[in-house]
């Protein structure tokens, strides 16, 4: 599989593919961390010899899943290798391997309410509390006119070619904030 990105809280589900173009049984295995500490998990486990050719509707395959939590999130990816080995009639086993990269992030803030009060010349964000208990800050963002920007598949961060000012840093705990631009 390419490698990916999910948002913490999000089951990460994938099928991983096998064919052998002569024809030859396969067997794929899968190695991580994840299946010991993580709780992810493969299927058919233990592995089994699998027929795979690429004429068949269903190649040799193996199931993988993910339930991933908050605790799951870090800033390098989790790698799960893949090997597959086919069994000839005769001859030597032939091995390949493949690297999946995983990445998980934390969720979005999700919004409440943000207020405008023209005479004071201030803004009031609101947000629900947010969803990971073990996030330490809340950045909050500000950009003077308007932006249809939308991050991409977890982006995080924001990005510096878009203008906007990091304002605060707050404990992840808040749930509001008051902009005054400095009084």
């Known amino acids: 599989p390419e490698d990916t990105c999910v948002v913490a809280g999000t089951e990460l589900e994938a099928i991983i593919y096998g064919i052998d173009p002569v024809s030859d049984t396969l067997i794929i295995e899968a190695f991580s961390e994840l299946f010991n500490l993580h709780g992810a998990t493969y299927s058919p486990d233990p592995p089994v010899y699998q027929p795979s050719a690429p004429a068949l509707p269903t190649p040799a395959q193996i199931g993988f899943s993910w339930d991933t939590r908050c605790s799951h999130i ?109 009084g």
């Open 74 to 182: 870090k800033e390098q990816p989790y790698q799960v290798t893949f090997k597959i080995t086919d069994k000839p009639a005769n001859g030597p086993k032939l091995v390949t391997f493949k690297a999946w990269n995983i990445r998980v992030v934390g969720p979005p803030p999700v919004w409440e309410s943000a207020a405008l009060n023209m005479p004071d010349r201030t803004a009031s964000l609101t947000w629900e509390t947010y969803e990971c208990s073990n996030a330490e800050t809340i950045q909050v963002w500000r950009k003077v006119d308007s932006l249809g920007y939308t991050p991409g598949n977890c982006e995080t961060g924001m990005p510096e070619s878009l203008g906007y000012e990091l304002i605060a840093t707050l404990p992840a705990g808040e749930t509001s904030f008051t902009d005054t631009n400095g």
